[in-house]
């Protein structure tokens, strides 16, 4: 096994979900450590169990993302303990959608800006200070097909993921130059236990599974993607 992330610390939000789970993994697969804030402490155990010869490099705190102070505390600790901090992979989210704008309520708006947008302003404005002071960094954040593909019924959630890719892109021209990198992802439907459950009719064959996702991202946390900076890659595949 490649072992890119050998000495390195990753930390990835919502990584005990059906996305961020496969990303945790495959970082402690190739040597990282990695800390995650996780919202649901059984969700982090069964993560544990699935990292299996390589949990005693995983570490987590139950927190909630969106709330600035909380991960500032977080990240600051992780900071403390390791003295560095290489990768930051944001893999939390919410869906909404099948409402029509004016017969929408305000409170669903709101929670998709707090998941999709909040979570990842709230985890750069952490993060960042210590890799610049570092010299060096990687950004991942998720966003979705919908930040471009914005289809009826949809209207809090694709404003709300491409708000997340403008704020990435901001962020990306904001540290160019610096030796921290930043890019966005957009997936379709994910082939996901939630998502298969929330669609049962549809061909799961079609959908990316989590585990190629991860490659893509941490193909984008490494040194081999020195130079792609400010990118929003989709990965929905051609089917």
Request: hydrophobic share 50%.
């Amino acid at each position: 096994m490649d072992q890119r992330f050998s000495g390195k610390l990753a930390l990835v939000s919502g990584g005990t979900g059906g996305l961020g789970r496969a990303v945790t993994v495959a970082f402690l697969a190739e040597g990282a450590r990695v800390a995650v804030p996780y919202f649901d402490q059984k969700e982090f155990d069964d993560l544990k169990a699935a990292a299996s010869e390589h949990a005693a490099r995983l570490e987590g705190q139950s927190i909630d993302v969106t709330d600035e102070a909380a991960v500032r505390m977080f990240a600051d600790g992780v900071l403390a303990k390791h003295g560095r901090l290489d990768v930051l992979v944001n893999t939390v989210g919410g869906y909404a959608g099948g409402l029509k704008l004016w017969e929408m309520d305000a409170k669903v708006f709101d929670r998709m800006l707090q998941l999709n947008l909040r979570s990842g302003f709230a985890l750069s404005r952490a993060a960042v200070p210590a890799m610049l002071k570092q010299g060096h960094g990687a950004i991942v954040n998720v966003a979705a097909k919908a930040a471009v593909d914005h289809a009826a019924g949809a209207s809090a959630y694709a404003s709300s993921k491409a708000a997340a890719v403008a704020l990435m892109d901001s962020l990306a021209a904001d540290l160019k130059g610096t030796g921290v990198r930043v890019n966005s992802i957009l997936p379709s439907i994910i082939d996901t236990k939630a998502n298969r459950e929330a669609m049962p009719d549809a061909d799961f064959s079609k959908w990316p599974k989590p585990e190629e996702i991860a490659r893509v991202i941490l193909f984008l946390c490494s040194d081999e993607a020195a130079v792609v900076h400010g990118a929003a890659l989709p990965v929905y595949g051609n089917s």
